[in-house]
């Protein structure tokens, strides 16, 4: 009788088969120490890609957050100082600008594409719906707040990411750990049968 076992982590070493005591990878003969190490170091390939698609995106929030501050930044400093003040539609172009050439996007006419990005719904070109020449004191406070909140998601989904990576990053060293003391427990049956030989 012969019994498979298959499933998507045993992809790397194919269908293994247990017959007449002995196990097949295919239809080549192994043994059980070579079968879990082949699994082992394909978990970790796997669990390395899974981590460096994380970090990645992890670096793309840090970067989006930074811009994010940025912007902020900028929209504090031409906040007017009172309630009767304005801030021009040029100065938050000219804002947008700079923190889209930070981030590299392209332009989209006249108008800079982190404010779609971010989904600002603030300043429009001219001939756009809803364009504006100039902003209210009141108006800059509730795009402070859309930033505020912005940044507050990212940094929350940043931390949930943080978590994740750790869970991997243990599945990973576990794995390393079973390849360690399965080679090492072959290392040490190969020198108990050197030193049985006669």
């Known amino acids: 009788m012969t019994n498979t076992v298959s499933d998507a982590s045993s992809n790397a ?10 196990f097949y990878s295919g239809d080549k003969k192994t043994n059980l120490s070579s079968l879990m190490m082949n699994l082992m170091v394909s978990r970790v390939k796997s669990v390395d890609g899974v981590l460096t698609g994380m970090i990645n995106e ?6 989006q957050t930074k811009l994010m501050n940025d912007y902020l930044s900028g929209l504090r400093e031409l906040r007017p100082s009172n309630s009767d003040g304005t801030v021009s539609f040029t100065k938050i172009k000219e804002l947008q600008t700079k923190i889209g050439d930070e981030s590299g996007e392209a332009r989209l006419g006249t108008r800079v594409d982190v404010s779609r990005a ?5 300043v429009y070109a001219p001939g756009y719906p809803g364009y504006k020449t100039k902003f209210t004191q009141s108006e800059i406070d509730q795009q402070i707040e859309v930033m505020k909140s912005k940044i507050s998601s990212v940094n929350s989904n940043q931390q949930m990411a943080q978590i994740k990576l750790e869970k991997y990053n243990n599945v990973r060293n576990e794995s390393m750990q079973m390849v360690s003391t399965i080679m090492k427990a072959a290392h040490q049956t190969l020198l108990s049968i050197i030193n049985n030989l006669p």
Do not use: Q
Not at 58 to 63: A, R, S, T, V
Not at 118 to 122: K, M, P
């Open 13 to 22: 070493i194919g269908t293994v088969s247990s017959k007449d005591g002995s």
């Open 58 to 63: 992890m670096n793309d929030n840090n970067k």
């Open 118 to 122: 971010w989904d600002l719904g603030f």
